[in-house]
């Protein structure tokens, strides 16, 4: 299950938001991907949503290996809740 988002973060995902991103996505029970472009990275790999360098009004996608509909929207209630999107 996919979703696409636009970055409204002003700064972009930087540093402390990236680690806590990393951090909440890391805490699910599912795969979670961050899809930019053609890039694909593993949303629990801190280094890999570095080397995205999303900026604000970025169009991103996050992919979950999961049919749950809750579990994308614990991920856009975490996206919201941050001021992310």
């Avoid at 972009?12 to 680690?19: E, I, M, N």
């Avoid at 599912?30 to 900026?55: C, E, N, Q, R």
């Amino acid at each position: 299950m996919e979703k696409e988002f636009v970055l409204k973060a002003e700064q972009g995902l930087h540093a402390r938001p990236a680690t806590n991103f990393v951090r909440f996505m890391s805490s699910l029970p599912f795969t979670v991907y961050l899809v930019y472009k053609d890039f694909v990275a593993d949303a629990k790999s801190i280094m890999a949503i570095m080397s995205v360098g999303l900026s604000k009004d970025s169009v991103f996608k996050i992919k979950i290996e999961s049919d749950n509909a809750d579990h994308m929207k614990q991920v856009e209630q975490y996206l919201n809740e941050n001021h992310l999107i």
